[in-house]
């Protein structure tokens, strides 16, 4: 779990989901802002429940970043090596990026920030937090896709962001099923390592966790 405060004094923490109810909590958060605000996935989500969840949470980590008992942020990581959607080799083309793609790689999904903290890092420490898991499972390359961000014309903003964490653009135009299309960029661990501008390499330059395997 990380807490940072912001030049406001306010203050969240990133953690990864560890029990029901946290991800009941993430589900919630998901709903209301992909369903109830952007409309997308009204065929899968659970309405009645109010709830955004698909079968692809069963193998994946989720973190969630609270602020004063509210959430106000998620990101999802998924190993290839427990999972792979059909989309990210017939789209993304993933396995064109390394043959070890599919033992050594994973997708992040449902990166979401409320609106009203937006301006502050928020996004930037849950997506360096599923890197840190990334380091930790032994695993090399990490790949988004910017579907959401485009569709929500704020596509520029978050290339910038992600560039600045270490990821390139690997497909400027992929069809991301549910959402539309985003381009697709790869973040490569032992590039950024690398890279001393890296601000992953800076953020995980400290030693990997001894329980990385507990979930």
């Not at 369903?35 to 949470?57: C, M, S, W, Y």
């Not at 959607?85 to 790689?105: P, Y």
């Not at 099923?177 to 890279?195: H, W």
Request: charged letters at 30%; aromatic letters at 10%; glycine letters at 6%.
């Amino acid at each position: 779990m990380t807490m940072k405060p912001d030049n406001s004094g306010m203050r969240w923490d990133v953690r990864e989901c560890r029990t029901r109810a946290e991800l009941e909590r993430l589900f919630r958060f998901r709903y209301n802002e992909y369903v109830e605000k952007k409309g997308l996935f009204q065929d899968i989500a659970d309405h009645e429940n109010r709830q955004l969840t698909d079968p692809v949470d069963a193998f994946g980590i989720n973190f969630l970043a609270e602020a004063g008992g509210e959430t106000i942020g998620s990101i999802r990581m998924n190993d290839f090596k427990q999972f792979v959607q059909t989309f990210c080799i017939t789209e993304f083309g993933v396995e064109e990026i390394s043959a070890d793609m599919l033992t050594r790689g994973c997708i992040v999904t449902r990166a979401m920030v409320h609106l009203d903290w937006r301006r502050k890092p928020v996004f930037v420490d849950l997506a360096l937090s599923a890197a840190r898991r990334l380091r930790d499972n032994g695993l090399r390359w990490m790949v988004v896709d910017t579907a959401t961000s485009r569709k929500a014309g704020e596509e520029d903003r978050f290339i910038s962001l992600y560039r600045s964490m270490g990821f390139e653009v690997w497909r400027r135009d992929a069809a991301v099923p549910g959402i539309g299309t985003g381009a697709v960029l790869v973040f490569d661990l032992e590039k950024a390592m690398a890279n001393p501008k890296s601000l992953a390499r800076l953020y995980l330059s400290e030693p990997a966790r001894t329980d990385a395997a507990v979930s």
